[in-house]
Nanobody, 123 residues
Framework: QVQLLESGGGLVQAGDSLRLSCAAS????????MGWFRQAPGKEREFVAT????????YYEDSVKGRFTISRDNAKNTVYLQMNSLEPEDTALYYC????????????????WGQGTQVTVSS
């Protein structure tokens, strides 16, 4: 089974960058699709990005395309989310998730979740 632990969140100003990390334990990490989701207060959890086990397939939510980059290092059992040109609208609790199947953008398609890391962007 995979266990996930996110880190790297914080308080930044609009236009700044942050890199989130998600450290995974478990033998199935390198074969799992990994995703990043976010949830702002009073809003539903929304898809941000996902990446295949090999790293060769990625998908992004439209509002983050060109600003965010998902990547993974299977040797380190870690997936990353590089976030550039941050906007106040990016403020949310960011979650890492693992899926034992193909690509998916719906949060309820993912099998394992981390506890989340807070990202706050001030204007």
């Amino acid at each position: 089974q995979v266990q996930l632990l996110e880190s790297g969140g914080g308080l930044v100003q609009a236009g700044d960058s942050l890199r989130l990390s998600c450290a995974a334990s478990g033998r199935t990490f390198s074969t799992s699709f990994m995703g990043w989701f976010r949830q702002a207060p009073g809003k539903e959890r929304e898809f941000v990005a996902t990446i295949s086990g090999s790293g060769g397939i990625t998908y992004y939510e439209d509002s983050v395309k060109g600003r965010f980059t998902i990547s993974r290092d299977n040797a380190k059992n870690t997936v990353y989310l590089q976030m550039n040109s941050l906007e106040p609208e990016d403020t949310a609790l960011y979650y890492c998730a693992a899926r034992f199947g193909g690509a998916a953008t719906k949060w309820n398609s993912y099998n394992v979740w981390g506890q989340g890391t807070q990202v706050t962007v001030s204007s």
